[in-house]
């Protein structure tokens, strides 16, 4: 049966699609003109159907795995909400889990339907719209730390700029792309209660995971949605703050941009093209990271993101940050710095820790000149790659000193061209096994 669709959409429409094809992105257009003519005959594709008539795929190659159509899904959402972010009501969307277009006339709300019948309650929206608020304002904290400080952000000290963490950023001439290491959040929808609350699960680090959860339970759809928030912990956003106090934008040579973006929305394309800076926990470390950057390392994960192993010696450095103690009791986290070459020639920094104590004391330490000094005095090679592992020492809320344990060189060599990592990780799950 097909659907009718009423004029003044099909005039939306074809605003949409003119403006997809201004952003020169073939696949997205094609994306949507397949979506919406499937939509017109009443039909709804499986994923493996838009493989295969859209993108030419081979069967064999679908069912190992490839997520082209989850990713290209999730860009053309995107899309949508810069399309109606000036405000005006929404009437072309992709529901989530479903490969279709759906359109209003303004009558009833975008998501009413049999797939969005949880959201029917008047209180479960305005629940949702309040967290959602609510997930803004916790993970906008970092970003308006970031803003309000623009003016100062690395130092101009001659001892920062030439050390061995920041040279590089100073002189390839790359754009400069600060990650903030973020959890993401999604809203779980309870119909009976007519409630909403945000929820955080590390096996679910993006907005394409969640579509792959989706649709392998299709009978969650409704209740599971992305509302495009994330959380920053309290070391993460307070590092951030001193990262912009040293003055990036300085030390990076001044001319050129210094963005800001999570990390589980960093992407592929993003790695190549600019400078990358992560700040935050190692257990927020995104996968397109944390596996290339695991492979050189002489480092690896242990049992959680609170242990480190060193390979060689075997030795483990564990945080106390999960025991409870008082404030009078020293406990140890653990912090990690690194620089390695990217896939394109551009520079990667890693300033990252067990738990926020580590973090704000790594950020600290790299904006210090006197030990940036120290640090290039002790390394072999001015301009190569390697990684150095702290002992933090907190006592409360303040840090009280860090203390050196590793420093060496290491090899990036083709760790960014590797398709696996070199371990599992405590979050790591087989896709097929993702479910919620």
């Known amino acids: 049966m097909s659907i009718a669709i009423s004029p003044d959409i099909e005039t939306e429409i074809a605003q949409f699609r003119e403006t997809l094809a201004s952003g020169r992105s073939d696949k997205l257009v094609r994306l949507f003109d397949y979506l919406l003519e499937r939509t017109r005959a009443g039909q709804f594709p499986k994923e493996t159907e838009i493989a295969t008539d859209l993108f030419g795929d081979k069967p064999e190659f679908i069912l190992a795995g490839n997520a082209s159509v ?25 529901p989530q889990g479903e490969y279709s277009v759906k359109v209003c006339d303004g009558s009833h709300e975008p998501g009413e339907g049999r797939e969005d019948a949880s959201e029917a309650s008047g209180h479960a929206r305005t629940g949702l719209q309040v967290l959602a608020a609510l997930a803004a304002f916790v993970c906008l904290s970092g970003l308006t730390v970031w803003l309000l400080t623009s003016s100062r952000f690395l130092s101009d000290d001659p001892e920062i700029v030439g050390s061995p963490v920041w040279n590089s950023l100073h002189t390839n001439g790359n754009p400069n792309l600060i990650v903030a290491g973020d959890d993401f959040l999604f809203a779980q929808n309870n119909a009976l209660r007519g409630t909403s609350q945000l929820v955080r699960d590390p096996l679910i680090r993006n907005g394409e995971a969640l579509d792959v959860v989706l649709m392998r339970n299709p009978e969650h759809r409704g209740k599971l949605r992305d509302v495009d928030a994330h959380f920053l912990s309290a070391g993460t956003t307070l590092a951030l703050a001193k990262l912009q106090a040293a003055r990036l934008d300085s030390m990076a040579g001044g001319s050129r941009p210094t963005a800001l973006t999570y990390g589980s929305q960093l992407t592929s394309q993003m790695l190549k093209a600019a400078n990358i800076v992560y700040v935050g926990s190692i257990a927020c470390l995104p996968p397109l990271l944390r596996n290339p950057l695991f492979n050189a390392s002489g480092m690896k994960v242990g049992a959680n993101y609170d242990e480190l192993i060193d390979r060689e010696s075997g030795r483990h450095f564990r945080s106390d940050g999960s025991v409870i103690s008082e ?29 926020d104590p580590a973090i704000l004391q790594m950020a600290q330490l790299i904006s210090d000149p006197s030990k940036m000094a120290m640090l290039g005095r002790d390394l072999p090679s001015a301009d190569g790659d390697f990684e150095a592992l702290y002992e933090v020492q907190t006592m409360g809320n303040v840090n009280v000193n860090e203390r050196r344990l590793i420093l060496r060189p290491v090899t990036a060599g083709d760790v960014w061209y590797r398709a696996t ?15 919620y």
């Open 70 to 94: 989850r990713v290209y899904v999730h860009r053309l959402r995107k899309k949508l909400e810069e399309f109606y972010a000036d405000g005006r009501p929404v009437r072309i969307s992709i």
């Open 327 to 355: 404030d009078r009791v020293a406990t140890r986290d653990y912090g990690y710095i690194a620089r390695l070459h990217g896939p394109s020639g551009n520079a990667i920094i890693v300033i990252m820790g067990t738990r």
């Open 421 to 435: 990592a070199s371990q599992r990780f405590p979050n790591d799950v087989p896709e097929a096994d993702l479910s």
